[in-house]
Every structure is written in structure tokens, then in C-alpha cells.
């Protein structure tokens, strides 16, 4: 993988997620391709508990493996499927994220590393942390590269409204960091990620306003409405934007609901 150089100390192997790597001792986010890679370190830190982000809690060689304590439930595979899909059953094509399938164990539950800072960035997962090593802050899963929003049509957090609200507590935060990195995304300068931000905040203020739109005229399910956004959607889409679309649609006031021979139909008040 491509290895881009960010300090004397920092470098990234870019992925899906991205791995950044600080003085060959500190690994965060080593998951999906780049958990085949042999990185010997001495702390993994995952920023949260979703399976393409935790390949490198499996090193038992770390002395430190930290996971936020809020996404413990993902320590199991059962949980994982839980915290990702809503559900876990037996195994099946349409857990498409299942990277990971042992069950975790000796993760920390309390991190003291005098290099690392964590920030609280909620959302995406109950316990989505970031991290700030040599002035880098490393978000993680808060915001996406937007090829990554067009392919997925919405931004998958578990919690979009607590997301909102950790995008705009970001806009602050990296005003005093001399670069950002996200999981998944391009490698971008400072000014760019900023406006890379400022376009995700814009992009999920659009799709509300789209989901208003499409449940102005007509009572629709929440499948009904994330086929709308997504027509190409696979049935893994739509399990995974169905999450997001439930808790886009129970946050709005203006938003009535109702049990219809469909199912649960979602309408907008006059």
C-alpha cells in the first residue's frame, strides 16, 4: 500500500480505513487491507468498534490495545453485526463487512500514552473517538471523502443527529491541529480537509432536506425512502442506510408516523 509521509514521525498507509503510524510504535486504525501488513507495534488503538477498523486489536504482541469503552459491545462478532446492521443472525452474503470474525479479548479499557490525545467524536458509533498525535488529528470515521457519500448515498452514522453535532464541534477542534486524516478519504492538505468537512455538513443538511421532500406528497417506508436516495442500493445499502434514515426521520419535529398495510409509514406535517 502507499505509504505517504505527513511528519518525521507520522506517516500513513492509505487504505479503507487509512493507517496512520506514529514512530513505528503507535498504530491506529489498522484494518480491512492493511490488516495483512506486518506491523510490529506497541500500541494499537482502534477509533472505533466497526470490523474494518479493528484488525490490529488482534495483535496480542501490542502491550496496549485500546478500544472506546462505549464500543465494547463490539468485542464480539455478534455485537458487531448489531452495532452495524441492526441485527446479527447466522452467517450470510448480506453481512458484507464481516473483515473480522474472532472475538476479541485483553482490550484496555483506559489509555495512558503521553503522545496521545482522545477526543470524543460520537455518531458514527456511540464511543467514535479521534485522536491527536504529533498535532495530527486523526478523525477517523467522523466525516468521509465524497466519493465515499455519492457511493453510499448517505453518511452512515448510528446517531446522525449526535454526528451533527460532532461535525460542528470539529470545525472548532481543527482550527489548532496542522493536519487531519480520515479513515476513509483522500490525503489531503489542511485548507482541503477543512473544506472537506464543511461539505459533509452540507451534504447531511441535503439529505434531509430530501427526505422532507420525498415524504412532502406521499406516506413512504423507510426502505421506500432509501431506495429513493440510493436506486442502485444492494441489499447490504439498504440494510446500512436504513439505520441512518430511521434516526434522520425521528429526529425531525416535523415528522409524523403511522402503521400502514406497508409497515411503519413516515409522512411530512403540513
Known amino acids: 500500500m502507499p505509504i505517504i509521509k505527513l511528519t518525521k514521525n507520522v506517516s500513513v498507509i492509505t487504505g479503507s480505513p ?12 489498522q484494518g480491512n487491507k492493511n490488516s495483512t501488513l506486518n506491523i510490529s507495534a506497541e500500541v494499537q488503538l482502534a477509533t472505533h468498534g466497526h470490523a474494518d ?3 490490529g486489536l488482534l495483535d496480542r504482541n501490542a502491550k496496549i490495545r485500546y478500544l472506546p469503552l462505549e464500543d465494547y459491545w463490539s468485542i464480539t462478532l455478534m455485537g458487531r453485526r448489531a452495532m452495524t446492521y441492526g441485527c446479527s443472525s447466522k452467517d450470510s452474503s448480506i453481512f458484507t463487512f464481516d473483515y473480522v470474525k474472532e ?6 479499557l483506559s ?6 490525545e482522545t477526543v470524543k467524536l460520537p455518531g458514527h458509533t456511540p464511543g467514535h473517538t479521534g ?3 504529533d498535532n495530527i488529528l486523526y478523525a477517523g470515521d467522523a466525516f468521509f471523502g465524497d466519493k465515499v457519500l455519492e457511493n453510499f448515498s448517505v453518511p452512515f452514522y448510528t446517531d446522525f443527529w449526535t454526528s451533527l453535532e460532532t461535525l460542528e464541534k470539529l470545525k472548532d477542534l481543527v482550527k489548532g491541529v496542522d493536519n487531519i486524516i480520515i479513515s476513509h478519504g483522500p490525503i489531503y492538505n489542511k485548507n482541503k480537509m477543512i473544506s472537506l468537512l464543511e461539505y459533509n455538513i452540507f451534504y447531511s443538511k441535503k439529505i434531509i432536506n430530501k427526505i422532507l421532500d420525498f415524504i412532502s406528497s406521499d406516506e413512504l417506508t423507510v ?14 445499502n439498504i440494510l446500512l442506510n436504513s439505520m441512518v434514515v430511521k434516526s434522520i426521520l425521528f429526529g425531525l419535529e416535523n415528522v409524523e408516523y ?10 411530512k406535517i403540513r
Open 111 to 116: 489509555i495512558r500514552i503521553p503522545e496521545v
Open 18 to 29: 487509512n493507517t496512520l503510524i506514529y514512530d513505528n510504535r503507535i498504530v491506529i486504525d
Open 131 to 133: 485522536y491527536i498525535i
Open 103 to 108: 472475538n476479541l479479548e485483553n482490550i484496555d
Open 258 to 267: 403511522r402503521v400502514s398495510s406497508k409497515g411503519l409509514v413516515f409522512r
Open 53 to 55: 477498523h479493528i484488525a
Open 223 to 236: 426502505e421506500e425512502i432509501v431506495l429513493k436516495l440510493k436506486p442502485n442500493a444492494t441489499p447490504a
